[in-house]
Structures are given as C-alpha cells and as structure tokens.
C-alpha cells in the first residue's frame, strides 16, 4: 500500500529526514516510536504533503501512485487520513458542517453522490456511540475550545466517519486517560480491515497493548534504527532509547509524562 | 511568502466581475461646481423653489467646510472642480412606464441580476434602479400604492408628496453635518423615497439599485425613508460600477425615520468597483447614513456588506430617541488589494431604556487597511442605556492591517456597556487542516470566511444573503445557524 524509499526531506535549511525505508502493507499496522525530535511528525507531515516540508530525495508510492506528485487534498481523497499531533482550532466553522464537506469531497472524488442531511446524521449517530463521542462536542466550531484530549477523540472521530484507506495518527494517545485511549485504539481496530492500513506514531507501548502492531520502528535523528516485532517495544520501554545503535538521544522512554498521565 | 498565503491572496482578490460599461447615450452638464451648477441641476429636475433655496444653502454651506481628515485613509486630494455632477440616460421613460426606458439601460440591469420587469423581478422584491444621476424605474409600484405606501424616486416624490419630503429632508442628517452631506444635499440628483404609513407592514422587500456608467461623473443620491407609527419595513441598497483607472466619486445620503413603535430595516451589499490588483481607479464611497428612531419602542437596523470601493467612508449611525428604542448595526468590510474602508457606526443614546447592538467583521487581504471606528454615546437622561460592541478583524495574509477605534462617552451611571474585540488570521495550520480532509484551499478559505460572516449574514433578507455569498465567493449552505 505504502513504500517509501530513501526518503530525505528538510524544513528551511534544516535536514530532518535523512534516508527513511519503509513499507506498509494493505492490512497491517505500523507503530513508529522514538524520541522527540527524531522527525516522526516530520515523516507523518511529510507524508500527508505539509508545504513546509521540501523533499530532497527519495520516493514514496501509495497504491501504485506517486504520493509527492499529489496536493495535500488529492491525497485526503485518496484515502490518506492524518490524525494531528496538534489538531488545529477553526472558530466560527461548525465541526459537523466542517465533516460532511469533507466527506463529501471524499465521496466526490469516488464518484459517489453527496450524502443528503438525513444520511449525514446517520452515520455520525452510529460513529457517535460507537466512540462515545459528546454531541455537544460536535455541535460546537472545530477544536475551537477543546481541551486536549477532545481534540484527540475528534480526531479519532473524524477518522471514523472518513474510514480512510491508509490512517497515519501522530502521538494520537498522548494526553488522553485511560477511557479515551481505549476509546482510541477501538477507533482504529474498528477499521483494521485487509485493504486498510494504520502508522501509528506514539511514545508509550501501553497503547499497543489495544492496538497490537505488526511492526514496530524506531526513528532516531531522522532514520529507521530498528525494526521489529511487538516486542520492540516492549524492551525500548524497558531500557529507553540510549540501547539502541545510533541514537543520539539518552533520554528514557519511560519519561516523566508518562508516569503523569498514567 | 509560502504558496498557501498566495494562493488564499489570490482567491481573496478575485477580479471584479461587474466592471462592464453600457454604451447609453447620455445627458451631462459640463465639469465643475459652483452656484450655477446646482441651480442647473435643480432645474433640470424641475425642482420647486424651497428645494432650490436648500440646495444653494447647502452648497455656500459646503464652501465654508473642509474635507474630513481625522479617518484613517489615504488618497490623492479630490478636484471637486474636474467633476461631473449630473448625468442621466437621454431617453427617459414617463414615471411608471417601463416602455422608454432605454433598452441598454434595461440590458444593463438585466445583466447584473436587477429585472427592471415586474414579471421578471424576484417575487417579494419592488425595485427602484437608479442609473448615474436617476432613478430609471421602480417597480411594483401599484401593489404598494394599494397599502398607502409611497416607493418611488426622489424626484418624483419632490413633485407629488413635497409636504412629506419638506418634512423629513434634512431631518436627520441637516445639511451642515459634514463635507460630504453638505456636497451631497448640494447636488444629489435622484434617489429613493419611500413613506410606510401608520400601522402598515410592507409586504415586500423594498430596494434600491444604483449603477454608476458615466465617466468622470460623481454620483449623489439620496434616499429618505419614513415608517410612520406602527409601521415596518425592510428596504435593500445595491451598486456596482464599471471598471475604469480613475477614481469616481460617490457621496450619497440616506436618512431614516421611525416614528412610535416603527421598524426599519436597511441593508446594504455594496459593492461599487475596487480598483484594479494595483489600486488604480475604483469607488470613492463617502456616505452620510443616519437614522432617527424618533418615536418609542422604535427599531432601526443596519445591516451592512461592503466589499467594493477603493475607499469606503461610512458610519451608519443611530439616533435613540424614543424610550425603549432599538439601534442595531452589523457589518461585513472586506478590503483586498489597496482597498481601503473607515467604516462603523455610532449609537446615540438619548431615551429612557433605549439598547444598541455593533457587531462589526472587518476582513483584510493583500494591502487592504481595514479600520473599525465606533462611537457610543449615552445622554444624560438615557437612564438604564444598554449597549453590546463586538469587533472582529480577520487577517488574510500578512501584508493588510486592521485597526480599531472605539470611542465611549457615557453621562448617565446606569449604563451598561460591554465590548469584545477580537483579531485573528487566516492560519496556514488551519488551511493544511482543511485540505488534510479533503478540502480545497479555496473551500477552506471561503468555510472560514462564512464561518467568520455569519453573525452577519443571517441578519439579511434571504436574496441578499444569497448576492453576499456570491460576493464573497462563499457557501453559506449550512454554516448558518
Ligand atoms: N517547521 C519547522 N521549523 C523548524 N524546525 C522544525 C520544523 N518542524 C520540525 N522541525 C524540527 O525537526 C525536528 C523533528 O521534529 P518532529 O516534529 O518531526 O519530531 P517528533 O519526532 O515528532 O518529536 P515529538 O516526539 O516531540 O513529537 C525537530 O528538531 C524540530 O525542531
Ligand atoms: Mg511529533
């Protein structure tokens, strides 16, 4: 579904990604750990096409295409969704207005006809409970005044009404309790299908517990040092980063947010 | 910059769709100003003589004063000698014949949307167009007649109502106000008149449509309305102009008067030539609008959308005198290019229990300068005066401004005032966000934008919200409400 190759992007005169491989497989999930700063949002940007990132070289194919050829928005409709690290705030613009013209221009590009109001309403009641979203939440402008783990459920949320091909969720877990987490990791699993695909970017192996990886790859200084099973994480959760070949970073993964939100 | 910012420029920019000139042949008085112009004007017009008398004391009026230099905009000094101050179309219709109106007249409303034809027109809608310097038809005249209510052109109400028109002219915005209103009551040419009698409803939209053809004219209109006790009415205001490098000049009055228990609602989508992409020629737009909700439990509303003009000067204002009268002003300025607009409104508060409202969006885009200035005023025996200000600017790229000056004089301690002020941009998070799902920018950009209006919006009558969405390049499907 996804291959990227030798893939090197900078921001400015930044170099960031230096020399990413990596292939995702219809069906599979992917987490990618590391620590902050390594560039895992930079990968997650860059592979949703964020203008400020400039790719320098390398490839990234996504269902036969190439995925740098296409406007952020022709990705969206190609089924690409990104769950932001920081989701943004749009005051005066209606969630549920906001995901309808979404899903409508998904559905456009498909060459399926415009979900009617009625539709519309539907399908958000049936993705409501299933991620037991507020229907205050939805009624509200988009982020605007949300506490962070709000953001993080609509986000989940939108995921849901979108069903993306290939869902790319950065640091989705991150603030949430431990009811939204799960909350979270249902989301995703609700989609986990054999056509479909997930990168999921975090910093704690306890949301792997729900959501169970097929890979797990670690980012340091903008390269994949490692790869490997479920139990990758396991044991980087255990001795922290500074094990690991290559990794500048010494800082243990077991940090002090960590214990914070648990 | 980025290409985001460009292209969300770019779309804010948009060329102006109505800058097309009609070939009409025309009847023009030479350039200029003095005693004699505005003696020939009136009687062109065939004006009685109190009007005339009038015109010339505002006129002597007008050379005592100064152009106003306190508003925060920018331009070459106006020759307000190298001006033509009348021009009217040469073949004119018998008032209530739409038979001679000259057929490229007609095109030219139709082509702007404004069927001059009542079998054509917008159901609901009684129009008045006004063409440079006259009022080329007003339609549905008859329906309204039957209710008592006079619709018709300025000058035409000078000759079959002058009681009414004595009355009222000048009685909200007197000829001496300011330089602008004293030129304008000088040499106003035509405009609309309109008289909803006591306890009245109108049963339709009532409008005004000007269009500026001529070139290097001036246009000066003037519209009264008056809604008698118990009466209510909703009249919309309109204009666009042909693009053209030099700047035209257009300084019109509007005055209202709500008797006792009395509503009028006047909006207005104004959207007069900008400019071109580098600020040459477009709409000098000074306007004088004020209205007096002169009887109790009055209500006067102005709802505004400006997007044309290269520059905009107007303060639609209230005066509360009646108890318990009502004043509210809500508006959409939107400046691109080198636009520049001082507009806001001022709230005078004079009766017991009297209550005001401002909600003001100013949008900026390129160089646009956009400056909200407000003023509220609470009388001395305004007792329990309550007025409500919110000022929001938003910033579509980095190179516009926004500017805010609110003005508060308070003489009577049980007022109540609260103000909220707010400026944001456009991000290029937020657009990335909105394409990140689907959208496009210009998508992204108009759901932002409708989503800032739509305070705004819902306070105009559906036909308009509907030309203001399209002014807008926007979809309000949805956001409303
Ligand atoms: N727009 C930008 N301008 C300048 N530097 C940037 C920009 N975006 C990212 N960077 C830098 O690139 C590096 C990688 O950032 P990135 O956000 O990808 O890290 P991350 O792995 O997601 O970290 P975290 O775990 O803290 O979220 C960091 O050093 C960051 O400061
Ligand atoms: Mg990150």
């Given at each position: 579904m996804l291959e990227i190759r030798n893939l090197h992007a900078r921001v400015g005169d930044k170099e960031i990604l230096k020399g990413i491989d990596l292939r995702v497989d219809a069906g599979e999930v992917h987490a990618v750990m590391g620590p902050n700063g390594s560039g895992k949002s930079t990968l997650a940007g860059v592979l949703a096409g964020r203008p400020e990132y400039v790719v320098t070289e390398g490839s990234v194919v996504y269902r036969g295409r190439n995925l740098l050829d296409l406007q952020p928005e022709e990705r969206a409709r190609e089924g690409i969704f990104l769950a932001f690290q920081y989701p943004v705030e749009i005051p005066g613009v209606n969630n549920l207005y906001f995901l309808k013209a979404a899903l409508n221009a998904v559905r456009a590009h498909r060459g399926e006809p415009e979900l009617d109001a009625i539709e519309f309403t539907a399908l958000v009641r049936s993705k409501m409970s299933l991620l037991g979203m507020d229907q205050e939440l939805l009624s509200r402008p988009v982020n605007d005044g949300f506490s962070g783990g709000e953001k993080k459920r609509n986000e989940i949320f939108q995921m849901a009404v979108l069903e993306p091909a290939l869902a790319i969720l950065d640091e989705t877990d991150s603030g949430l309790d431990i009811d939204a987490l799960k909350v979270v990791a249902g989301g995703v699993n609700a989609l986990r299908s054999p056509d479909r695909a997930a990168v999921v970017v975090t910093h704690y192996q306890r949301l792997l517990n729900y959501i169970v990886p097929d890979q797990v790859h670690v980012l340091s200084d903008g390269r994949i040092v490692r790869s490997g099973g479920r139990g990758l994480a396991l044991e980087l959760e255990e001795?922290?980063?500074?094990?690991?070949?290559?990794?500048?970073?010494?800082?243990?993964?077991?940090d002090s947010r960590l214990e914070a939100r648990a | 910059m980025s290409t985001e910012t460009r292209t969300i420029e770019a779309l804010a920019t948009q060329e102006y769709k109505y800058g097309f000139e009609s070939d009409v042949e025309a009847e023009t008085i030479p350039r200029g100003l003095s005693e004699d112009v505005v003696r020939r004007i009136s009687e062109l017009k065939g004006e009685p003589e109190w009007l005339l008398e009038w015109r010339l004391k505002a006129y002597r009026t007008w050379l005592t004063l100064e152009d106003p230099d306190w508003a925060n905009i920018h331009h070459d000094p106006i020759d307000y000698q190298d001006i033509i101050y009348y021009a009217a179309p040469k073949r004119r219709p018998a008032p209530g014949s739409l038979d001679e109106v000259d057929p490229e007249v007609r095109r030219t409303f139709e082509k702007l949307g404004i069927p001059i034809e009542e079998q054509k027109a917008l159901s609901g809608v009684a129009v008045d167009a006004v063409f440079d310097s006259v009022s080329v038809a007003t339609t549905f005249r008859a329906t309204l007649e039957k209710l008592g209510i006079i619709f018709c052109s300025f000058s035409e109400a000078v000759r079959t109502h002058p009681d009414l028109v004595r009355r009222y002219?000048?009685?909200?915005?007197?000829?001496?106000?300011n330089f602008f209103a004293a030129l304008n009551s000088a040499v106003f040419s035509d405009g609309s008149f309109c008289y909803v009698p006591k306890g009245v409803h109108c049963p339709m939209e009532l409008s005004t449509y000007f269009r500026i053809n001529a070139r290097n004219t001036g246009q000066f209109e003037r519209t009264l309305i008056v809604a008698d006790e118990g009466a209510d009415v909703s009249y919309l205001e309109g204009c666009t102009a042909p693009m053209r490098d030099e700047n035209q000049l257009h300084a019109a009055v509007v005055e209202l008067v709500a008797l006792d228990r009395a509503t009028i609602k006047y909006s207005t989508v104004q959207n007069w030539y900008?400019?071109?992409?580098?600020?040459?020629?477009?709409i000098y737009n000074f306007v004088t609008k004020r209205g007096h909700c002169r009887g109790h439990d009055s209500k006067i509303t102005w709802t505004q959308v400006e997007t044309g003009s290269a520059i905009t000067w107007k303060y639609p204002s209230c005066i509360l005198q009646g108890d318990r009268s009502v004043g509210e002003f809500y508006s959409v300025a939107v400046t691109a290019n080198y636009q520049q607009a001082d507009t806001g409104t001022k709230m005078i508060h004079l009766g017991k229990d009297t209550r005001s409202t401002i909600v003001s969006k100013g949008i900026s885009a390129g160089h646009g300068q956009n400056t909200y200035r407000g003023m509220v005023k609470i009388g001395r025996h305004a007792a329990n005066a309550r007025n409500y200000s919110q000022c929001d600017s938003l910033l579509i790229g980095d190179r516009c401004g926004a500017h805010t000056f609110p003005y508060i004089e308070i003489k009577n301690t049980s007022a109540q005032m609260e103000h909220e002020a707010s400026t944001s941009k456009i991000g290029e998070d937020q657009i990335f966000y909105c394409r990140q799902r689907g959208l496009s920018t210009e998508d992204a950009v108009n759901m932002i934008v409708s989503g800032f209006c739509k305070q705004v919006f819902r306070e105009l009558p559906m036909e308009f919200a509907v030309e203001a969405q399209k002014l807008l390049g926007v979809s309000l499907e949805g956001s409303v409400g």
């Open positions: 001795k922290g980063y500074g094990w690991l070949a290559g990794a500048e970073d010494n800082e243990p993964a077991r | 002219l000048g009685s909200v915005v007197p000829y001496s106000d900008p400019g071109d992409k580098n600020g040459k020629g477009g």
